[in-house]
């Protein structure tokens, strides 16, 4: 199988950065989307940001022109870059990666464990 594991929480002011990275290891063939998700006490996992092998990207409104996602294909990581952080960005931060693993193929949806990132003053 693939884990992932995530670094780079912390606490943080408003107005402040924060950069994540999440790196994926296991018997990984390839890997296609990598994403970010974010859970809130009290509300459900959202979508953050993704990024697919070429590139491509998508992002939530609500961090749209604050976060950057970006990957390294050579070290299976992902990373995301908080700017301008607010604090309704207040959450635990979950990596996703899908892709196929083994020399068989077999497809995988791995989550990390996730990381607390507080905006607080």
């Known amino acids: 199988q693939v884990q992932l594991v995530e670094s780079g929480g912390g606490l943080v002011q408003p107005g402040g950065s924060l950069g994540l990275s999440c790196a994926a290891s296991g018997s990984i063939f390839s890997i296609n989307a990598m994403s970010w998700y974010r859970q809130a006490p009290g509300k459900e996992r959202e979508l953050v940001a993704a990024i697919t092998s070429g590139g491509s990207t998508n992002y939530a409104d609500p961090v749209k022109g604050r976060f950057t996602i970006s990957r390294d294909n050579a070290k299976n990581t992902v990373y995301l870059q908080m700017n301008s952080l607010k604090p309704e960005d207040t959450a635990v931060y979950y990596c996703?990666?899908?892709?196929?693993?083994?020399?068989?193929?077999?497809?995988?949806?791995?989550w990390g464990r996730g990381t607390q990132v507080t905006v607080t003053s």
């Open positions: 996703r990666s899908e892709g196929y693993y083994s020399a068989r193929h077999l497809p995988y949806n791995s």
